[in-house]
Structures are given as structure tokens and as C-alpha cells.
């Protein structure tokens, strides 16, 4: 038997924690799960009280899933222990549980151990090795209840949407909830009706500086003389309706004397904000660092997993970055009161530690995020560390020191004037001592207004009976806003409020309601897209009572029950079903009776004039004409183009205004996608059947085809130049019907059969050089014919090719023949072999 074996999910994570475990130990990565349901059947046994059926995840492209449990296993088998070290939430628990059941030994001697730890340090690792733990099945079962949940709404649902509204359209169980969130805002949105009301700020002088402003907070009883005031603006709140109230209010005040009444100072403090989870660190990184919610994560683990810092190699630099919990070790609140006193002084040090309560649900069992060691500050990494790396380094480590430090605290006078049957009140706030605000302040999506108009206000020093000085009193107008987009940070909270999803979700659900089309960002707000709107709708209606913000919540609670024991995974997944069954039998019926949906657009078919509507096929969503099949046309869906997308520049929503007619017959060319992707199809298809590329990221759309003055020798056409992916070539302009391409030839002919030898590139794409006539004849060379006969044995042309050893060299090209030449110089006119095999 040999060492110990140590799995995890990723290769850098293995990397980290190997130098800490010494050569006793064999540290690899399962690169993740390598088990699930299957990809092409349901994989649940329903009347087997939901028996799942798992399977080794096959291979991708991307991914040799066979090769690496067969690694595994080997391993496994050459081990005396094998210590299983995925993540600490359920996830990492089910890849474990997984594990074992596929790559242990089933009569092999190996303990198996779970060993489980919020951070990669040296003590962290040896603490979690010396009280190794089993598999807690509870997670387990946790997992693989959600799993089955997420499988059979996704497997039962989604093919009624293929019914309805057609394509390969997908439902989730959390994410229609999500689209659902920003559906109802945008039609709050769409419904909101502004209203008109108004201020009334008044600006004053006392017997001291400096000028300042008081907004009118209240309105006495009406008077009798004027009478002019609306109910709306009697007593306590201050409602002002119109411009005429607001003259009215402004012309009776002012004749008024401004006389203080109330004077009140008194001091305000603001406590620090708990350390980081994962909701609150990713909006925060959203509002400070513009980061989406993906982005946060990623960056974040690669600060969990390990970053190289010189001579001391891998090194994790955060605590565990899925966690819902504020809790913080005893040893890490030691540190971080230390590192307070030690650099800012007994002032900014609490008396005792600041303990911050988590939510009900949360799993203590994690900490918050923090920093591994908060000696090591931002700035002693900021060569070290990538730009993204240390704008969000920075930011998780100044939250947790500044969450154990004094708050800040400030002066704040309230000042209240009579001015007859008006009363005026300002309000300012000045900071008295900085406290934790010193390190950070947590970002806002919206400050609240009186916190902003107070903050850092300087009032005059005044007395109560003091008469001021009126400079001016305004009549200000405004309007009601409605309420605003969610952007990914607001969306991440209002999931978290409403109890939907956790930790290790968020992430998913911002992408994945992105990558489905169902909701898209324009300058950083979410919109829903016809699409997503359609299908919210369309499940809505026959699914009102799963795909809400309760149930879901409800759901979540269940797992977390199932997680604690207190639950039995397939009561819960029994009693979710009694309800979904019906739905999907009412769901069934109600389609019978639905047409497939067509969601219309303002744009108009440019073969009949009749309007467009977006249809969804094979190869995803498309436009088509809404008089079909009497008119057939189709073209894509332009995408919309972002400031989000473009580096905060906002650009054209499509490209189609730019490119250039059918070089063919003069029409125009639209965008149309195939099985191979995007590209531009002459609308006078099935006529004219011209296509041209696509330009992909920044390039610019490839030019149309350059006629020339030849013809080509197959068909008697005008040839023409075309831009292809390797560069320009010269083809028949009768492509399809025609598929000649001139080949770049060098200028010699082949000894077999005397055709010209041209240029050719392998599949890995190397140049090589061959006769034209193949497969008639295979003669290949791989370095450059010269058209150069060789003075030795007279063989009609030399070789050339090029090394750093010897510069240009000739030899000939009869194996027989040991003629060379050596130290020439390359034609400068002469194209390379390269350049010519990349425009044919």
C-alpha cells in the first residue's frame, strides 16, 4: 500500500493544500462531480419513492470524465486511506458521497475519511486532518433532493414549453421565479402613473454663519382669511399638490417673521456592518467594482483556492466564499483586535468583540469571508495579486477589519422654525469621530433621503426665540419615481429577503436567466426579453402555485429541514409532487387548445410588408413573416449590443445597417442562422442563394465579393475575390452552383503528372505543398519548390526552407542527391508560405 489519498475539486485547490501535507499524502482533483442523473432520461424512479439513478458523467470536449475517475480509482486502489476534501456545503458533501461510491475499493482495506475546512492555511488543513469526520448523509440527502426537484420541474415542464412556443426552451424551478421577479417589476414599471408634487425650501440667516436651508415639514390649521389651502396640505405630513399651493404657501410665508423654535443636538452613532457572506459580498462587489455576480465568485475562488506568492508558493488568502453565516473564530477576532490596536490605536478597538447575530437559517457550522491573515494587507499584495484579485481582496479584507472596530459617531442638530402657521426644519450631521469609517463604508443602492441631505451639513450655532433673516423661500417641483429595474445586486437581495436560493445559487441563477434569453442587461438594469415575458406567462398559468415567491421559499426551508434531520428527503419530494402532478395534468389539457405562440415585433417582413414575429426553431429564436406559409421569409433576431457589453460604450443594436446589398442580384442581406451558426443570406433566397460570413467579436463584416476581368474555366463566370477566414481567394462567383477556387500556385509543375504544384494547409494547419491535380496524384512536399533546376543532377527544381541555425537554405529534392545551399536570402517581394496558404 502506498500514501494516503487526498481528493478535491479542483487542480488548484490540490495544488494549495499538497505543500501543507507532506509527502505522506497524494493530493488530486476530481475536477468537480463526476456523477449525476443521466442526460437523456429523467433518472427518477417516481413510484419508487423517487429513487434517483446516477451515472458517471460522460466525456465532453473539454472534459475526459473516464480518464479522471479512472485515475481515481487507480489511486484509490494503491492507498492505505483516502480522505475525501470537497467543499463544506452540500454540493462538496454529494461530490464526496459520490466518490466513494464509485472510485473506493468495494473489498479493498482503505478507511475512508471527510475532512472539511472553511480555509486553506496550514493550521486549518492540519486541524481538519487530525479530527477526520464521515460523509454526512443528511447533506447528502439534501443534495440529491434538490437535484431531483430541479429535474423533475425541468424534465415535466420544458417540453410544454417546446409545445407552445417551440424550440429547445428550458423551465427551472428557482430561475422562473427570478424571470418572474423582473417580469412584474417591468410591468410595474410599464403601469406606474407619475405624480406631480411639490417642496418649499426656505433659506435663512441667523446671527451667526453660515446661510442655510429649512424645508417645510408642516402646515397649521387653514386660514380662515385665505382659505386657498386643498385638505391635502393640513397638518402633521406635508402633501403639496399643485404649483398654485405651492405660490399660495410661498406668498402667505413670506410675510411672515422666521422665529426658532425647537433646537436640538444630540449625538448618533453608526455601528460597522458584519463581515461578508456571500449575498452581501456580491452586491457590494456589483456597486463598488461593477462586478457581476459570476465575476465576484470566480475571482473570489481563486482567493479561496490559492494564489502563488512567491517563496511561499500556493497560498489561500480568504475563508470558504459560499457561506450565509457571520460568525468568526476565536483565534481570527484575536488577530483582527490585535491588528486594530496595534495600527489604528485603543480608540478604534471595541471593549469587547463585536458579535454579529447570523439569520435564523444560516449554517453556523461556516464563517463569514474574511481574510486568512489580516496582517496581510491589500497593499503588501498589490504586486502580486491580478487587478481583479485585489479590488475584491480589498474589499472583503476592509469589511472584516472595520467590522471589529468603534463606531462612527456624529453631531446631529435638529433645527425647527414657526413661521406663523408654517413650520420649517433643518436637519445636519457632522462627523465627530470617524470610527470604523476609517477602513470602509458599505455601498447603498439607494441612500435614504434624509441621511443624504443631513450628512456632513454644517448649521449655525442659534438660539431658541432667535429671529432669523429670510434670503429666499423656492417652490421646488418633483415627481413620483416608479419603482426601479433590479440589477444583479438588487436582484441577488430581493432573492435573499424572499428566502430564495442560497449561497450557492445566486450565481447560477444570474446566468443562467442571461444564457436562456429570458432577461437581459442593458446598462446594467434587467429587462426582460419577449421571450422570457412569453414564457413567464405561459408556466404562470398552469404553475402559479409552484413557480412562486412563497412556495419556492417554502421549498428552500424544506432542504434546509432535510439538511438539519429534521425532515425525510422523500416526504418532502412526495408532498412537492402531489401538488405538481396536478398542475401538469391541468398544464396538459389547457396546450390542447393553444396554438404555438408568436411574439410580435415592430419589424416588417421586406418581402410583403407584413409585420415580423418571433418564432423559436432548432437552432433557437428567429423572425419570421406572421402571413406564413404564404410568405416564408426568416431572419435572425438582431442582438442587442450594450454599454455593458462594450466596455461602457453603447452601440448600434445591430450590424444589419451596415452591410453591404447581395453581390448577386442587388437585394438586401439579412441575418439568418443555421446548424453551423450565424451568417448574412440574400433575401431573394430560394432565387438567389448567396451567403456571406459572419464577423465574429470586433471585426468588421467581411466585404462583399470584388468582380474580376477572368473567367472561370469550369463554367465560363466571372470570377471574383472573397474573404474567407484565412484571408482573401479567388473564386467562382457561381458559388454554390460552381465550387472552382484558383489555387496560389509557385510556378512549378509536378514531375508526375505535370500539373501545377500548389499551395495547401494541413488540418493542424501547417503549409505544405501539392499538386493540383489530387487525388489523381499525391505528391507532397513539405518544404517551398523552387522553380530552379539543381547544377548537380539536373532535377528540374530545389527545395527552400528557412531554420535559425542556417538562415535560407536550397537542397534538392532528390533524396539521391546531397546538393544544398546555404546563407540566402529571402526574396523580399515574395509572399511567405504561410500568407499564400492562408488566402487559398
Given at each position: 500500500?502506498?500514501?494516503?489519498?487526498?481528493?478535491?475539486?479542483?487542480?488548484?485547490?490540490?495544488?494549495t493544500?499538497?505543500?501543507?501535507?507532506?509527502?505522506?499524502?497524494?493530493?488530486?482533483?476530481?475536477?468537480?462531480?463526476?456523477?449525476?442523473?443521466?442526460?437523456?432520461?429523467?433518472?427518477?424512479?417516481?413510484?419508487?419513492?423517487?429513487?434517483?439513478?446516477?451515472?458517471?458523467?460522460?466525456?465532453?470536449?473539454?472534459?475526459?470524465?473516464?480518464?479522471?475517475?479512472?485515475?481515481?480509482?487507480?489511486?484509490?486502489?494503491?492507498?492505505?486511506?483516502?480522505?475525501?476534501?470537497?467543499?463544506?456545503?452540500?454540493?462538496g458533501?454529494?461530490?464526496?458521497?459520490h466518490?466513494a461510491?464509485?472510485?473506493?475499493?468495494?473489498?479493498?482495506?482503505?478507511?475512508?475519511?471527510?475532512v472539511?475546512?472553511?480555509?486553506?492555511?496550514?493550521?486549518?488543513?492540519?486541524?481538519?486532518?487530525?479530527?477526520?469526520?464521515?460523509?454526512d448523509?443528511?447533506?447528502?440527502?439534501?443534495?440529491?433532493?434538490?437535484?431531483?426537484?430541479?429535474?423533475?420541474?425541468?424534465?415535466?415542464?420544458?417540453?410544454?414549453?417546446?409545445?407552445?412556443?417551440?424550440?429547445?426552451?428550458?423551465?427551472?424551478?428557482?430561475?422562473?421565479?427570478?424571470?418572474?421577479?423582473?417580469?412584474?417589476?417591468?410591468?410595474?414599471?410599464?403601469?406606474?402613473?407619475?405624480?406631480?408634487?411639490?417642496?418649499?425650501?426656505?433659506?435663512?440667516?441667523?446671527?451667526?454663519?453660515?446661510?442655510?436651508?429649512?424645508?417645510?415639514?408642516?402646515?397649521?390649521?387653514?386660514?380662515?382669511?385665505?382659505?386657498?389651502?386643498?385638505?391635502?396640505?393640513?397638518?402633521?405630513?406635508?402633501?403639496?399638490?399643485?404649483?398654485?399651493?405651492?405660490?399660495?404657501?410661498?406668498?402667505?410665508?413670506?410675510?411672515?417673521?422666521?422665529?426658532?423654535s425647537?433646537?436640538?443636538?444630540?449625538?448618533?452613532?453608526?455601528?460597522?456592518?458584519?463581515?461578508?457572506?456571500?449575498?452581501?459580498?456580491?452586491?457590494?462587489?456589483?456597486?463598488?467594482?461593477?462586478?457581476?455576480?459570476?465575476?465576484?465568485?470566480?475571482?473570489?475562488?481563486?482567493?479561496?483556492?490559492?494564489?502563488?506568492?512567491?517563496?511561499?508558493?500556493?497560498?489561500?488568502?480568504?475563508?470558504?466564499?459560499?457561506?450565509?453565516?457571520?460568525?468568526?473564530?476565536?483565534?481570527?477576532?484575536?488577530?483582527?483586535?490585535?491588528?486594530?490596536?496595534?495600527?489604528?490605536?485603543?480608540?478604534?478597538?471595541?471593549?469587547?468583540?463585536?458579535?454579529?447575530?447570523?439569520?435564523?437559517?444560516?449554517?453556523d457550522?461556516?464563517e463569514?469571508?474574511?481574510?486568512?491573515?489580516?496582517?496581510?494587507?491589500?497593499?503588501?499584495?498589490?504586486?502580486?495579486?491580478?487587478?481583479?484579485?485585489?479590488?475584491?481582496?480589498r474589499?472583503?479584507?476592509?469589511?472584516?477589519?472595520?467590522?471589529?472596530?468603534?463606531?462612527?459617531?456624529?453631531?446631529?442638530?435638529?433645527?425647527?422654525?414657526?413661521?406663523?402657521?408654517?413650520?420649517?426644519?433643518?436637519?445636519?450631521?457632522?462627523?465627530?469621530?470617524?470610527?470604523?469609517?476609517?477602513?470602509?463604508?458599505?455601498?447603498?443602492?439607494?441612500?435614504?433621503?434624509?441621511?443624504?441631505?443631513?450628512?456632513?451639513?454644517?448649521?449655525?450655532?442659534?438660539?431658541?426665540?432667535?429671529?432669523?433673516?429670510?434670503?429666499?423661500?423656492?417652490?421646488?417641483?418633483?415627481?413620483?419615481?416608479p419603482?426601479?429595474r433590479?440589477?444583479?445586486?438588487?436582484?441577488?437581495?430581493?432573492?435573499?429577503?424572499?428566502?430564495?436560493?442560497?449561497?450557492?445559487?445566486?450565481?447560477?441563477?444570474?446566468?443562467?436567466i442571461?444564457?436562456?434569453?429570458?432577461?437581459?442587461?442593458?446598462?446594467?438594469?434587467?429587462?426582460?426579453?419577449?421571450?422570457?415575458?412569453?414564457?413567464?406567462?405561459?408556466?404562470i398559468?398552469?404553475?402559479?402555485?409552484?413557480?412562486?415567491?412563497?412556495?419556492?421559499?417554502?421549498?428552500e426551508?424544506?432542504?434546509?429541514?432535510?439538511?438539519?434531520?429534521?425532515?425525510?428527503?422523500?416526504?418532502?419530494?412526495?408532498?412537492?409532487?402531489?401538488?405538481?402532478?396536478?398542475?401538469?395534468?391541468?398544464?396538459?389539457?389547457?396546450?390542447?387548445?393553444?396554438?404555438?405562440?408568436?411574439?410580435?415585433?415592430?419589424?416588417?417582413?421586406?418581402?410583403?410588408?407584413?409585420?415580423?414575429?418571433?418564432?423559436?426553431?432548432?437552432?433557437?429564436?428567429?423572425?419570421?413573416?406572421?402571413?406564413?406559409?404564404?410568405?416564408?421569409?426568416?431572419?435572425?433576431?438582431?442582438?442587442?449590443?450594450?454599454?455593458?457589453?462594450?466596455?461602457?460604450?453603447?452601440?448600434?443594436?445591430?450590424?444589419?445597417?451596415?452591410?453591404?446589398?447581395?453581390e448577386?442580384?442587388?437585394?438586401?442581406?439579412?441575418?439568418?442562422?443555421?446548424?453551423?451558426?450565424?451568417?448574412?443570406?440574400?433575401?431573394?433566397?430560394p432565387?438567389?442563394?448567396?451567403?456571406?460570413?459572419?464577423?465574429k467579436?470586433?471585426q468588421?463584416?467581411?466585404?462583399?465579393?470584388?468582380?474580376?476581368?477572368?473567367?472561370?474555366?469550369?463554367?465560363?463566370?466571372?470570377?471574383?475575390?472573397?474573404?474567407?477566414?484565412?484571408?482573401?481567394?479567388?473564386?467562382?462567383?457561381?458559388?454554390?452552383?460552381?465550387?472552382?477556387?484558383?489555387?496560389?500556385?509557385?510556378?512549378?509543375?509536378?514531375?508526375k503528372d505535370?500539373?501545377?504544384?500548389?499551395?495547401?494547409?494541413?488540418?493542424?494547419?501547417?503549409?505544405?505543398?501539392?499538386c493540383?491535380?489530387?487525388?489523381?496524384?499525391?505528391?507532397?512536399?513539405?518544404?517551398?519548390?523552387?522553380?530552379?533546376?539543381?547544377?548537380?543532377?539536373?532535377?528540374?527544381?530545389?527545395?527552400?526552407?528557412?531554420?535559425?541555425?542556417?538562415?535560407?537554405?536550397?537542397?534538392?529534392?532528390?533524396?539521391?542527391?546531397?546538393?544544398?545551399?546555404?546563407?540566402?536570402?529571402?526574396?523580399?517581394?515574395?509572399?511567405?508560405?504561410?500568407e499564400?496558404?492562408?488566402?487559398?
Amino acid at each position: 500500500m502506498g500514501k494516503n489519498l487526498v481528493i478535491v475539486e479542483s487542480p488548484a485547490k490540490a495544488k494549495t493544500i499538497n505543500k501543507y501535507l507532506g509527502a505522506d499524502y497524494k493530493v488530486m482533483a476530481s475536477i468537480g462531480h463526476i456523477k449525476d442523473l443521466p442526460m437523456k432520461d429523467l433518472g427518477v424512479d417516481i413510484d419508487n419513492k423517487f429513487e434517483p439513478h446516477y451515472e458517471v458523467i460522460p466525456d465532453t470536449r473539454k472534459r475526459n470524465n473516464k480518464k479522471i475517475v479512472s485515475d481515481l480509482k487507480k489511486a484509490a486502489k494503491e492507498s492505505e486511506a483516502i480522505y475525501l476534501a470537497a467543499d463544506p456545503d452540500r454540493e462538496g458533501e454529494a461530490i464526496c458521497q459520490h466518490l466513494a461510491e464509485e472510485i473506493v475499493p468495494k473489498k479493498g482495506e482503505q478507511k475512508v475519511f471527510r475532512v472539511m475546512f472553511n480555509e486553506i492555511t496550514k493550521n486549518a488543513i492540519n486541524d481538519a486532518f487530525k479530527e477526520p469526520k464521515q460523509v454526512d448523509k443528511n447533506l447528502v440527502f439534501a443534495q440529491q433532493a434538490r437535484r431531483i426537484l430541479d429535474r423533475l420541474v425541468g424534465y415535466k415542464v420544458s417540453p410544454i414549453l417546446w409545445k407552445t412556443i417551440g424550440g429547445r426552451l428550458s423551465a427551472g424551478r428557482v430561475q422562473t421565479v427570478a424571470v418572474r421577479l423582473v417580469v412584474e417589476r417591468e410591468r410595474e414599471i410599464e403601469a406606474f402613473k407619475k405624480t406631480e408634487y411639490w417642496s418649499v425650501v426656505a433659506n435663512l440667516t441667523a446671527a451667526l454663519p453660515p446661510n442655510f436651508d429649512a424645508k417645510l415639514a408642516r402646515v397649521g390649521e387653514l386660514s380662515v382669511k385665505s382659505g386657498k389651502f386643498d385638505e391635502a396640505v393640513k397638518d402633521s405630513e406635508i402633501h403639496i399638490k399643485t404649483q398654485a399651493d405651492a405660490a399660495a404657501i410661498v406668498e402667505e410665508a413670506e410675510k411672515e417673521q422666521f422665529v426658532v423654535s425647537s433646537l436640538t443636538t444630540k449625538e448618533r452613532k453608526r455601528n460597522p456592518t458584519p463581515p461578508f457572506i456571500t449575498s452581501k459580498l456580491q452586491q457590494d462587489a456589483a456597486r463598488k467594482l461593477g462586478f457581476s455576480v459570476k465575476r465576484t465568485m470566480t475571482v473570489a475562488q481563486r482567493l479561496y483556492e490559492g494564489i502563488e506568492l512567491g517563496t511561499e508558493g500556493a497560498v489561500g488568502l480568504i475563508t470558504y466564499m459560499r457561506t450565509d453565516s457571520t460568525r468568526v473564530s476565536d483565534a481570527a477576532l484575536i488577530d483582527v483586535r490585535g491588528f486594530v490596536e496595534n495600527n489604528y490605536g485603543d480608540s478604534y478597538l471595541p471593549a469587547k468583540p463585536n458579535i454579529y447575530r447570523s439569520k435564523k437559517d444560516a449554517q453556523d457550522a461556516h464563517e463569514a469571508i474574511r481574510p486568512t491573515d489580516v496582517t496581510r494587507t491589500p497593499e503588501s499584495l498589490s504586486d502580486i495579486l491580478g487587478p481583479d484579485e485585489l479590488k475584491l481582496y480589498r474589499l472583503i479584507w476592509q469589511r472584516f477589519v472595520a467590522s471589529q472596530m468603534s463606531p462612527a459617531v456624529f453631531d446631529q442638530t435638529t433645527i425647527e422654525i414657526d413661521a406663523g402657521r408654517f413650520m420649517f426644519r433643518a436637519s445636519g450631521s457632522v462627523l465627530k469621530f470617524d470610527g470604523f469609517l476609517r477602513v470602509y463604508q458599505e455601498g447603498r443602492d439607494e441612500k435614504p433621503a434624509e441621511e443624504e441631505d443631513d450628512e456632513g451639513r454644517d448649521l449655525p450655532l442659534v438660539k431658541e426665540g432667535e429671529t432669523l433673516n429670510l434670503k429666499s423661500i423656492t417652490p421646488n417641483q418633483h415627481f413620483t419615481e416608479p419603482p426601479p429595474r433590479f440589477t444583479e445586486a438588487t436582484l441577488v437581495k430581493a432573492l435573499e429577503e424572499k428566502g430564495i436560493g442560497r449561497p450557492s445559487t445566486y450565481a447560477a441563477i444570474m446566468t443562467t436567466i442571461q444564457d436562456r434569453e429570458y432577461v437581459e442587461k442593458v446598462e446594467g438594469k434587467f429587462h426582460p426579453t419577449p421571450l422570457g415575458t412569453t414564457v413567464n406567462d405561459l408556466l404562470i398559468a398552469s404553475f402559479d402555485d409552484i413557480f412562486n415567491t412563497a412556495y419556492t421559499a417554502r421549498m428552500e426551508e424544506e432542504l434546509d429541514e432535510i439538511e438539519d434531520g429534521k425532515l425525510d428527503w422523500r416526504d418532502a419530494l412526495a408532498e412537492f409532487y402531489e401538488k405538481f402532478a396536478k398542475d401538469l395534468e391541468n398544464a396538459a389539457e389547457s396546450i390542447k387548445n393553444i396554438k404555438k405562440t408568436a411574439i410580435p415585433t415592430d419589424e416588417i417582413c421586406e418581402k410583403c410588408g407584413s409585420r415580423m414575429v418571433i418564432k423559436f426553431g432548432r437552432f433557437g429564436q428567429f423572425l419570421a413573416c406572421e402571413t406564413y406559409p404564404e410568405c416564408k421569409n426568416t431572419r435572425e433576431v438582431a442582438a442587442k449590443r450594450t454599454a455593458d457589453e462594450n466596455g461602457g460604450e453603447a452601440s448600434e443594436s445591430s450590424d444589419e445597417s451596415k452591410v453591404e446589398p447581395c453581390e448577386l442580384c442587388g437585394k438586401e442581406m439579412v441575418l439568418k442562422k443555421g446548424r453551423f451558426g450565424s451568417f448574412y443570406g440574400c433575401t431573394g433566397y430560394p432565387e438567389c442563394k448567396n451567403i456571406r460570413k459572419l464577423a465574429k467579436g470586433d471585426q468588421k463584416p467581411a466585404p462583399p465579393p470584388e468582380p474580376l476581368n477572368e473567367k472561370c474555366p469550369v463554367d465560363g463566370a466571372n470570377l471574383v475575390r472573397r474573404f474567407g477566414r484565412f484571408g482573401e481567394f479567388i473564386s467562382c462567383s457561381n458559388y454554390p452552383k460552381c465550387d472552382y477556387i484558383k489555387r496560389e500556385t509557385v510556378g512549378v509543375k509536378c514531375q508526375k503528372d505535370g500539373g501545377e504544384i500548389v499551395v495547401k494547409k494541413s488540418r493542424r494547419g501547417k503549409v505544405f505543398y501539392g499538386c493540383g491535380n489530387y487525388p489523381k496524384c499525391d505528391a507532397v512536399f513539405w518544404d517551398k519548390p523552387v522553380a530552379e533546376s539543381c547544377p548537380k543532377c539536373s532535377s528540374p527544381f530545389l527545395l527552400e526552407k528557412t531554420t535559425k541555425k542556417e538562415g535560407t537554405i536550397r537542397y534538392c529534392q532528390n533524396e539521391e542527391c546531397d546538393y544544398k545551399i546555404t546563407g540566402l536570402e529571402a526574396p523580399i517581394n515574395e509572399a511567405s508560405a504561410s500568407e499564400i496558404a492562408e488566402k487559398a
